[in-house]
């Protein structure tokens, strides 16, 4: 038993171990960072990487405008300690462009618009990989993503002709103007990362812990009131102690009543879940291969 | 590293979990897709949104049982036709362990697929029905589990309640895989008698089968020993990247990143770095945690020297006294994986450890047909899913160890300069 791994650090050091290929391999990688617990340990583990040196990519963050105060606040502390750079592509701003036009009506969100500002960020800034949080444990499109995936030249993922990935052995060749998304916890799952948070005492924004909240009732989930959006007729606002299980919008972000207001019980709360985490995000929802599609046209 | 002291012995019990990756191949008739699902299913791994969703698509199928192999669906044209494309990787734990599979298909693409999938794998999962025997494509997998060196092979002799959960029909599968597994090279091979759909010696015991007295599966891929499965003895250690913070506190600290690919490192370790041949001594073993006392495979850390060497990616940190070889000509089992067999004499990039040269196919001494296990002497025109014995010519020396040694340095693949896409994957026999 002496010269063995615990999961967590034996998935610890491949995430690592893929962190440096990128960097040996690619000219000019980013870390995408949502303010999620995802990329947040994404980051952590860059620091873990390149220690004691800094960690040499910037965080890119596509910002759709509709955050939560409490992920903004905790992404400037974050980048301030870390002293790396941010870069921020902003949604509101292609809406002002006219490249993507605004939903409407009640589910509206910005989710879908985020792929294009996402690509745009990824051109202007001439990213030729960008590593993100996603999981193959998330959802069943994901399950066949490699950890190098590869996108043309107009950002989409084909599933059906993804490069093999065998051992340890990463292919990131490619031509000018394609790039690559590179998933480091490919292999984690939503209790994998919980532990390690845990484990390395990981600082996370306040909205996973249990908190009070004004909420309404929609799609089988507690939505956030906010000012992004619009209730209906018959929905009225309550107060309850959530917390959120995935950050993304607040307009789609549905949150589960809780009493775990520490690290310990959210990780006791996630071993007894009877839901997938992302069984409260509307953006999901919209048909059984919503995201698969999402995906193959540039999304996360 | 903070571990918080405030928790009990009970929520503690992640910090001793093992990780065991394998491999499962097959096609839909054979139950792999209900077998994984039944693990899943009867091992609490599927949360209830998951259950209603494959409970309505059972019931808008026509079915009057759940279908347990919805579980595993996956992509729009894989749930359309009913087959499975590409690898799919899936996860469960218990309070032991935690597993990966690596989900192969069992006809389209299946090379490609299976070796991809059993590359990382330290058990392969292998179904045989107990009504049709051992079948061409259990040769197959079985096959590419032995050449891919996957340490344990469990064979599942899947439907018994098909054939009455009759000992002698297994006694009879069981005496025919041992004929056929004579021919391979694998160390430790199980057998248990299942019905994945009815759950038999998946997780719980059967009832139904007085007569077997070995373990469950789950007990089985919970118990394994797997702490051998890395090379602890040759030191080997590519080097990924430099790390040289040039900050104040760390002004001239040079640091060597990489996984450790064999061995165990210890600070005051003489070590060689290769190709250069300069010699020096391991100062400390670096993680953000904390120097380490020793580090060994699959460990990423950060090694530093007494003496200022020349050192950079691609290199390897060995020890003086043990040393992989420096070869430009590699004799390697290589599996094709792309649709566009090689031209003669064709060039390619290979990817060895953090390595990366040019090669050209020398000669292609033989192809293996995968059923029978047969040399193909005459036949020398590698296609898709061929797998070959090849001598490669590399543009400069690589560090290599035969594949049975250390799959980490054992293993390259091969790149198309034109295409930039990933077309063959070797092991190295030396």
Redesign the interface.
């Known amino acids: 038993m002496r010269y063995t791994l615990t999961h967590l650090k034996e998935l610890e050091a491949e995430a690592i171990y893929v962190m440096r290929e990128v960097y040996a391999q690619f000219e000019n990688p980013a870390i995408l960072f949502s303010g999620g617990k995802d990329s947040i340990v994404l980051t952590h583990l860059a620091k873990k990487a390149f220690w004691p040196a800094k960690i040499p990519f910037p965080l890119v963050h596509i910002d759709t405008g509709h955050n939560f105060p409490e992920t903004m606040e905790f992404r400037d502390n974050l980048v301030k300690e870390l002293g790396v750079n941010l870069i921020v592509g902003s949604v509101q701003q292609s809406i002002d462009e006219g490249k993507v036009r605004e939903e409407s009506g009640k589910n509206a969100s910005r989710n879908a618009l985020q792929t294009t500002t996402l690509l745009d960020t990824i051109e202007s800034n001439n990213f030729d990989a960008c590593m993100g949080g996603a999981r193959r444990d998330e959802e069943k499109a994901r399950a066949k993503e490699r950890f190098f995936s590869h996108r043309d030249d107009f950002g989409q993922w084909d599933p059906k002709n993804q490069r093999p990935e065998l051992w340890n052995l990463f292919n990131g060749r490619k031509n000018m103007g394609e790039h690559f998304r590179v998933f480091p916890i490919s292999n984690w799952t939503e209790m994998d990362v919980w532990q390690y948070i845990l484990y390395e005492n990981i600082a996370i924004p306040s909205l996973y812990i249990a908190h009070e909240r004004e909420v309404i009732w929609r799609n089988n989930s507690w939505l956030p009131v906010s000012e992004y959006i619009e209730l209906g007729p018959n929905e009225k606002p309550e107060v309850k102690q959530i917390r959120f299980r995935t950050l993304g919008d607040i307009t789609i972000t549905g949150g589960v009543e809780s009493a775990a207001d520490n690290l310990e019980k959210i990780v006791e709360e996630v071993a007894a879940a009877r839901q997938t985490e992302r069984g409260n995000r509307a953006d999901d929802k919209r048909g059984e291969t919503a995201m698969e599609d999402r995906k193959k046209q540039g999304y996360f | 590293?903070?571990?918080?002291n405030?928790?009990s012995n009970e929520?503690n019990a992640?910090?001793?979990?093992?990780?065991l990756r394998f491999t499962t191949a097959g096609s839909v008739d054979d139950g792999k897709s209900t077998l994984i699902g039944r693990l899943l299913f009867d091992s609490k791994s599927i949360?209830?949104?998951?259950i209603d969703a494959v409970e309505s698509s059972s019931t808008k199928r026509g079915l009057d049982h759940v279908d347990l192999s919805l579980f595993t669906?996956?992509?729009?044209?894989e749930?359309e036709q009913g087959i499975t494309?590409?690898?799919?990787?899936?996860?469960f734990?218990t309070p032991k362990?935690?597993f990966?599979i690596a989900d192969t298909p069992g006809h389209i693409q299946y090379t490609?697929?299976m070796?991809?999938g059993a590359?990382?794998a330290n058990l392969a999962l292998i179904l045989v029905d107990v009504r049709n025997g051992v079948i061409e494509q259990t040769c197959r997998h079985s096959f590419i589990a032995s050449l891919l060196q996957i340490p344990h092979l469990v064979v599942c002799i899947n439907k018994m309640d098909l054939a009455d959960y009759s000992e002698e029909a297994y006694d009879k599968v069981v005496a025919q895989y041992k004929d056929f597994a004579s021919k391979l090279d694998v160390k430790d091979i199980r057998f248990i008698p299942i019905s994945a759909l009815h759950g038999d010696n998946v997780v719980n015991r059967s009832k139904n089968m007085d007569w077997y007295e070995g373990e469950t599966l789950l007990h089985t891929l919970e118990t394994i020993h797997?702490?051998s499965d890395?090379n602890?003895i040759d030191c080997r250690l590519p080097v990924?990247?430099v790390?040289?913070?040039?900050?104040n506190?760390?002004h001239d600290?040079r640091?060597y990143?990489?996984?450790i690919a064999g061995g165990?490192f210890k600070p005051g370790d003489d070590v060689l770095v290769l190709p250069s041949g300069f010699t020096s001594k391991i100062k400390s073993v670096?993680?953000?945690?904390g120097s380490l006392k020793e580090a060994?495979a699959?460990?990423?850390v950060?090694v530093t020297l007494e003496d200022d060497i020349d050192i950079s990616?691609g290199d390897m940190i060995v020890r003086p006294n043990n040393q992989p070889e420096q070869k430009q000509d590699i004799d390697v089992m290589l599996c094709w994986?792309n649709q566009q067999g090689p031209v003669q004499r064709a060039k390619y990039?290979v990817?060895?450890t953090?390595n990366e040269a040019r090669c050209m196919m020398k000669e292609i001494l033989y192809k293996v047909d995968i059923n029978t296990l047969h040399r193909l002497e005459d036949d020398k025109n590698i296609g898709p899913n061929d797998i070959a014995r090849v001598q490669l010519r590399t543009t400069k020396p690589l560090l290599v160890d035969p594949y049975d040694q250390n799959?980490?340095t054992g293993?390259?693949?091969l790149?198309d300069e034109a295409t930039?896409?990933?077309v063959a994957?070797g092991m190295i026999i030396g």
């Open positions: 590293m903070s571990t918080n405030i928790q929520s992640y910090l001793d979990m093992q990780l949360f209830q949104d998951q669906d996956g992509l729009k044209d749930r494309i590409d690898v799919a990787y899936r996860y734990a362990r935690k990966i490609r697929n070796v991809t590359s990382t797997i702490g890395h602890h990924q990247t790390i040289r913070p040039h900050s506190d760390y600290y640091g990143a990489g996984r165990i670096d993680t953000m945690d060994y699959p460990m990423s950060t990616r994986l990039v990817r060895h953090t799959r980490n293993s390259i693949i790149v930039n896409e990933t994957a």
